[in-house]
């Protein structure tokens, strides 16, 4: 074979390889970079986490469901612990905010009862700092106790109350004692070479009264705290959206950083 017959076998070679389409298994090593790579943490903080709501509920009553079932299923609580729970949230309202949830509703003045957000919010975090969330994101559980206004004339925070003192809560005006279950629901499937992270539980309480605004929308800051990422503060708004069958459609946004400030 001269040279010239076989400089034109390898032009062929060479062209027809570059012809064969890139297999699936090719680019998938790239894919997975590209779906599995993790958010990353803004400077200064350990951990921050962006959650929205945009779902629609048929009955506006349903916003708060029984959440019995989540606290012993998913959260794994003994009765011990539900009724320690109840009695950490009662002292919470009681010293921070000076009022007595046990108290106010045997007077008919507020309510004092357990909560869980109705699912059919589609309350979701879309991103976690140092991990991989996809855009369908991570289920979010919100659930935990209410001291909620009921009184036509409201309630007036003890002058005595540090901070709060004096603070007038009107009807519908509340406070929240909480914990915040995300579950990594689809890491598996995206990453099946990334580890997959545990379920992650956020305690939050009531950084102050929440009292909704024109048009029932609401803002709210309730500080956090994590067993490793330690103190954090969730600042956020909820707006209502009433829809013409009589339901609910809600435009919810809540930013979590820890700590609560980034160092100067």
Not at 222 to 240: F, K, M, N, T
Request: charged share 20%; aromatic share 10%.
């Amino acid at each position: 074979m001269n040279v010239t017959h076989l400089s034109a076998l390898v032009a062929v070679a060479l062209v027809a390889t570059l012809a064969v389409p890139e297999s699936a298994d090719a680019r998938r090593p790239f894919q997975l970079k590209e779906k599995c790579s993790a958010a990353p943490t803004p400077d200064g903080l350990i951990k921050q986490i962006t959650m929205i709501a945009d779902g629609t509920i048929a009955d506006p009553n349903t916003i708060l469901q029984d959440p019995m079932p989540i606290w012993t299923d998913d959260f794994g609580w003994t009765p011990e612990y539900i009724a320690e729970y109840r009695e950490d949230a009662s002292d919470f309202f009681q010293t921070k905010f000076g009022l007595d949830g046990d108290a106010l509703m045997a007077d008919g003045r507020a309510i004092f009862i357990p909560f869980y957000f109705n699912p059919d919010i589609a309350y979701r975090a879309i991103t976690v700092s140092g991990d991989s969330v996809g855009s369908e994101g991570w289920q979010l559980i919100d659930t935990g106790w209410t001291l909620t206004i009921t009184d036509p004339n409201g309630v007036t925070i003890p002058p005595d109350v540090p901070v709060f003192g004096g603070v007038h809560m009107p009807p519908g005006a509340f406070l929240l004692f909480g914990d915040y279950l995300l579950r990594p629901t689809d890491i598996q499937d995206r990453c099946p070479r990334r580890y997959r992270p545990e379920p992650i539980t956020i305690h939050y309480e009531s950084g102050c009264p929440i009292i909704p605004g024109m048009m029932g929308i609401v803002t709210f800051v309730c500080d956090l705290s994590h067993p490793e990422w330690g103190p954090g503060i969730a600042a956020g708004v909820s707006i209502p959206h009433p829809t013409e069958d009589g339901g609910l459609r809600f435009d919810n946004r809540n930013v979590i950083t820890f700590p609560p400030q980034a160092p100067q």
